[in-house]
């Protein structure tokens, strides 16, 4: 085998923050540390974070992590693992101030201490009243942060391999990770990087869904990987959605527009939200709206060619109030909808924005398999499953999982390095070689599916089969359909087969990975009969028993989706903190 | 310019914002076989911004400081009307 190895203590797959969180903590202790990235490191879809990270400071007014951790469980409607949940919330004021000290221009009171700002979801005193828990830096906290962290990297001399794509995970016979197969995007030569601990942090897999706010990199690479590699995902049925997002690009229109008198209509014009709900309308909350949204178009009465959104109208208020309370909407409209909104409609669709699910781990991010650690594997942030958001993430605990878990798992790998043999052991060769077959399969296919038709297929099928509110007969149909997308993916082809920087290839190996998520995204929505977070089923009947269609008695538990042959397993949900009582079970309300 | 060059610009007009992918996707497609090779050279040096600066830039918010740049960055604007 003609493959050159490249040997470090710790490869890291992802510069989002938590990959690079993990990275400092590793370099800093003196280990030789790549980050592989296909993109510049700040340019990784952390940097669309903009609400903050949260941690219970009480700079502003008292607060405790206890209560953090309390609207956090609250906010997964339980699904959450409380010993990671716990030690996330009493971790997430020492990460922010570390990150503080690394130069994050962090917001700040007059006193000089980091500023605070409410949030949604945000209690005191165990859901009492709102407390400012959320630290910013002005709208542009992911990119602040990866900032901060990418010097900080640099200082510490973490080696970063840029506009590299890993491909495979590698396993011994054992099922040891020893590293991954990555792709030079100059030259599109593959290379192993072999390591003693390899953690995977690539960030989600929004881009499965025809409408998503993700940037076009989040194609869940590390999970493709992951699953290909036998590693079970966990609760890939839980994705958040926002409701209006401009159909077909996926960018938020902000629930202002109906604050301002925006109205939602279905094709025959109708204001549909009167009959979902006649008091409140077109401001009802935000799972009431999407459901409504999605049944308009699921019976036949959405718009367009293929009936597959409805239009937020707009065109009755004054374009003088358009103008100048509205500006930023127009301009999104007028670009991604083509479409003036003083003159018509703007085309919206319920739009994917954050999977709760991932690799299974522990709150230390090494990751779980039958109970037991995979020996030299770790994951952390989007792409993993801790599980601290459960069902439903709490806003700004997204950036708060990067930092506490990239950190956690970076700690993690450099005490299992430092018990690990000098030198690493022989080469398994079986994965290499099923990962370069895979990329000569893509240089060799003819008469195979275009990678767009492919992916548009899956995107469409996602979209309407398993999105932000969910129907027995749709899954069911839902799942044959995502298998017959399967069998497309594995013949897809590339009219381009140079080796510069080959876009082309690039997308077609994403399209492996995405495919692997909606496989068990669809396979494990299909199968949770219950309502549960983001998780909403049309069939799953409120009663007292159930109330919101929440059924703990058959449901607490998490997904894992195994890749081969399609099985689903279960795992109780971990309901022990690890120093406080648990919290119990109650109907999730605000 | 090199093929690699060309190549390596289309591939950083993927950004970490998905309102950047979506314009640039739009310009790479139906201005960038039109630029001479000095202004895909100063495209190239567009496409190291910082994302939140390139895309308040690309949508008006703010000024672009550095007047160099300027131009390009009205071509990726001229091509989202």
């Given at each position: 085998m003609s493959v050159p190895v490249r040997k470090f203590d710790a490869v890291i797959v992802g510069a989002g923050g938590a990959g690079l969180r993990a990275a400092l903590q590793l370099s800093e202790a003196g280990l030789k540390t790549a980050v592989l990235s296909k993109v510049f490191p700040t340019r990784s879809h952390t940097v669309a974070a903009q609400g903050g990270v949260s941690a219970s400071l009480g700079n502003s007014e008292p607060d405790h992590w206890h209560w953090h951790m309390y609207d956090t469980v609250k906010g997964s409607d339980w699904l959450g693992d409380q010993d990671a949940i716990e030690f996330m919330c009493r971790e997430a004021p020492n990460v922010v101030v570390e990150l503080e000290h690394f130069g994050m221009p962090f917001d700040r009171n007059a006193d000089g201490s980091i500023y605070q700002r409410p949030f949604g979801g945000h209690m005191s005193n165990f859901g009492e009243k709102p407390v400012r828990r959320a630290c910013a830096a002005a709208d542009r906290t992911g990119h602040a942060m990866l900032h901060a962290l990418y010097q900080r990297n640099v200082r510490a001399n973490t080696q970063f391999f840029v506009e590299w794509m890993a491909l495979d995970l590698v396993r011994d016979e054992q099922g040891n990770v020893q590293g991954v197969v990555a792709m030079e995007m100059e030259t599109s030569e593959v290379y192993v990087f072999q390591a003693k601990a390899t953690l995977f942090a690539t960030g989600g897999a929004g881009r499965i869904f025809a409408s998503s706010t993700n940037a076009f990199i989040n194609t869940g690479d590390g999970l493709g990987m992951a699953a290909r590699a036998g590693i079970p995902l966990e609760d890939m049925e839980f994705w958040q959605f926002h409701p209006?997002?401009?159909?077909?690009?996926?960018v938020l229109i902000t629930e202002g527009v109906r604050g301002e008198g925006g109205i939602l209509r279905n094709s025959a014009g109708e204001r549909f939200m009167e009959r979902y709900a006649p008091n409140a309308k077109d401001l009802a909350s935000r799972d009431v709206v999407s459901r409504a949204m999605v049944t308009e178009i699921n019976e036949?009465?959405?718009?367009?060619p293929n009936k597959d959104h409805v239009l937020l109208d707009i065109t009755h208020l004054d374009p003088e109030v358009i103008k100048s309370k509205l500006p930023g909407i127009r301009e999104i409209s007028i670009k991604f909808a083509n479409v003036d909104p003083i003159k018509a409609p703007i085309p919206v669709v319920p739009t994917c924005h954050y999977q709760m699910g991932g690799i299974p781990t522990n709150y230390k991010g090494e990751v779980i398999v039958d109970e037991k650690p995979v020996t030299g594997f770790y994951a952390a942030g989007e792409v993993a499953c801790a599980s601290v958001h459960g069902a439903n993430r709490l806003g700004t605990n997204s950036l708060l999982d990067l930092l506490v878990f990239g950190k956690s798992s970076g700690n993690s790998m450099i005490d299992f390095i430092k018990t690990a043999p000098k030198d690493l052991p022989p080469l398994a060769i079986g994965d290499v070689e099923r990962s370069l077959a895979r990329v000569e399969r893509l240089n060799q296919q003819s008469n195979g599916t275009q990678v767009n038709d492919a992916r548009a297929a899956m995107q469409a099928t996602m979209q309407k089969h398993c999105g932000v509110f969910r129907f027995k007969d749709m899954l069911a149909e839902g799942v044959a359909k995502i298998l017959e997308v399967e069998k497309m993916v594995k013949t897809i082809e590339i009219a381009d087969k140079s080796r510069t920087f080959n876009t082309a290839r690039l997308e077609a190996l994403e399209l492996e990975n995405l495919i692997e998520v909606a496989k068990a995204t669809m396979i494990s929505a299909d199968a949770r009969t219950e309502s549960r977070g983001a998780h909403v089923r049309d069939d799953a009947e409120d009663t007292p028993e159930r109330p919101n269609g929440r059924d703990d008695q058959n449901w607490l538990k998490h997904t894992l989706w195994h890749r081969d042959g399609n099985q689903l397993k279960y795992k109780p949900v971990t309901m022990k903190p690890l120093s406080v009582d648990t919290i119990a079970l109650k109907t999730r309300s605000y | 310019m090199e093929e690699v060059e060309l190549k390596r610009i289309l591939w950083r007009s993927r950004r970490g914002l998905l309102e950047l992918d979506l314009q640039l996707e739009r310009f790479v497609a139906e201005v960038l076989p039109t630029l001479s090779e000095a202004e895909l050279a100063l495209y190239g040096d567009v496409l190291l911004l910082p994302d939140q600066d390139f895309l308040a830039y690309v949508n008006g918010a703010v000024a672009c400081p550095n007047a160099r740049l300027v131009p390009m960055i009205e071509r990726i604007r001229a091509a989202q009307r």
């Open positions: 209006t997002g401009v159909a077909g690009a996926g036949g009465r959405g718009c367009g | -």
